[in-house]
């Protein structure tokens, strides 16, 4: 998908540079307004792709630290998780997160929960606190781990 976005990108933006070397005024107006969605787009798109790899590197270190929630919930036949198990496991990963608040593992671990619930924008936010908890303890420490 990302590959298809950049490349509407491009394709977006080739047609506004067209629009925008046209004589006529409202073409050259349409091709300036339309110049934005690229910038918008390839932003959005560097947005994604850099918390989905800041995601999985904090995974990956969970995961060293062997940290990471073991995945043994019932699944329905589809494959995908018990929602009603996952819920109930994701009480005790809300009771780490209320007893650790400052701990990235707590918070990358709730967001694990909630995607196992179905919750997908809750499982990106509370990622992005774990990522946001991540970088501050880096930066306060000076290692890279």
């Known amino acids: 998908m990302a590959a298809l976005l950049a490349l509407y990108l491009i ?20 091709g300036f307004a339309l110049a934005v969605l690229p910038l918008v787009g390839a932003w959005a798109l560097v947005s994604e792709l850099t918390f989905v790899a800041r995601g999985q590197r904090l995974i ?4 060293a630290e062997s940290g990471l929630p073991i995945d043994d919930l019932p699944r329905l036949p589809s494959g995908r998780i018990d929602p009603k198990a ?21 918070w990358l671990r709730l ?6 619930s179905g919750d997908r924008s809750r499982a990106r936010w509370a990622t992005r606190k774990a990522i946001s908890l991540h970088r501050a303890e880096v930066k306060a420490t000076g290692s890279a781990a």
Do not use: C, R
């Open 11 to 30: 394709f977006v933006g080739q047609y506004a540079l067209l629009l925008i070397n046209s004589e006529e005024p409202a073409a050259k107006a349409m």
């Open 60 to 63: 990956s270190l969970l995961g």
């Open 86 to 106: 996952a819920d109930l496991e994701f009480e005790t990963h809300q009771k780490d997160v209320e007893q650790h608040p400052a701990a990235w593992q707590s």
């Open 111 to 116: 967001g694990l929960a909630y995607d196992a």
